[in-house]
Nanobody, 122 residues
Framework: QAQVVESGGGLVQAGDSLRLSCVAS????????VGWFRQAPGKDREFVAA???????YFADSVKGRFAISRDNAKNTVYLQMNSLKPEDTAVYYC????????????????WGQGTQVTVSS
């Protein structure tokens, strides 16, 4: 019955900003960590950012200084604020919930959203 749903993707120009939202329900809403991953065509799924229940945050080197992650406990929602977007940020972005054993690896998460497309034009 756990569910994770992402939204907020779209087509933007380089330098623009987007905010992605992730709503967790059922057992996913009680996960220790919520993470964001992305996957471009023909490439492996890549860690982007994560936030724990104690508000510890993690970022991939490629997005440090540009992206921010936050959560609203009342809404069971995690946000990924993406600033200064680059064409290389183009990918399907997935939200996932897990117990936090392996925060930067996809296999550490048990619940996944359907993905939302982010396309950044040059």
């Amino acid at each position: 019955q756990a569910q994770v749903v992402e939204s907020g993707g779209g087509l933007v120009q380089a330098g623009d900003s987007l905010r992605l939202s992730c709503v967790a329900s059922g057992r996913a809403s009680s996960a220790y960590v919520v993470g964001w991953f992305r996957q471009a065509p023909g490439k492996d799924r890549e860690f982007v950012a994560a936030i724990t229940r104690t508000d510890t945050t993690y970022f991939a080197d490629s997005v440090k200084g540009r992206f921010a992650i936050s959560r609203d406990n009342a809404k069971n929602t995690v946000y990924l604020q993406m600033n200064s977007l680059k064409p290389e940020d183009t990918a399907v972005y997935y939200c996932a919930a897990g117990i936090g054993a392996t925060i930067t690896r996809a296999y550490g998460y048990g619940y996944w959203g359907q993905g939302t497309q982010v396309t950044v034009s040059s």
